[in-house]
Structure formats: structure tokens, C-alpha cells
């Protein structure tokens, strides 16, 4: 692969960017301005995101969605190279 052409690019940084975006930017986020972990009366683990947990899973999930898509556009899409007649 030389160049990247069009649907690369968007696979590379739209899909990238956004699981980049769900795991590690809303991950510290959450480390350095989310709340504790207090534990209620009946002792559970009370967990307050910043971000909505849905909300992260679906911006992680929307990222995959662009890579599987774009796995299968390149089967699709792309030739195999002729193999080499042997001497």
C-alpha cells in the first residue's frame, strides 16, 4: 500500500479517531475529572461517569462498525496481484 486514497483516510481517521476519541481521551477524562467511587448503604459501588457509559460504548462501537466496513469493502474491492508464471 503506497498511497492512501480515499476510503483509507476515512477508515484510518474517522474509525480510528473515534475509538481513539471512546477509549483513551473519555478514559482519562474520566481518571482526572470523574467522580469517585463512593459505596452506598447496601454496599454497592456507586459509579457516576462523566461521560455517560452508553455514550462512550456507542462512539467505541461506531468506530469498529467503520473498520469492519472497511475490511470488507477491501475484500471486495481489491484484485489479488496476478501470480508470477513459474520458469
Known amino acids: 500500500m503506497e498511497q492512501l486514497n480515499t476510503a483509507d483516510k476515512i477508515a484510518a481517521y474517522l474509525g480510528g479517531g473515534l475509538v ?4 483513551v481521551v473519555i478514559g482519562l477524562l474520566e481518571m ?4 469517585g ?9 456507586v459509579h457516576e461517569a462523566l ?6 460504548s456507542y462512539i467505541i462501537l461506531l468506530g469498529l462498525i467503520v473498520w469492519g466496513v472497511y475490511a470488507v469493502y ?5 484484485t489479488p496481484e496476478p ?5
Open 51 to 56: 461521560v455517560p457509559l452508553e455514550v462512550r
Open 74 to 78: 477491501r475484500v471486495v474491492a481489491t
Open 20 to 23: 481513539v476519541f471512546g477509549v
Open 83 to 87: 501470480v508470477p508464471a513459474e520458469p
Open 32 to 35: 482526572l475529572f470523574g467522580s
Open 37 to 45: 467511587h463512593p459505596v452506598d448503604g447496601e454496599g454497592q459501588i
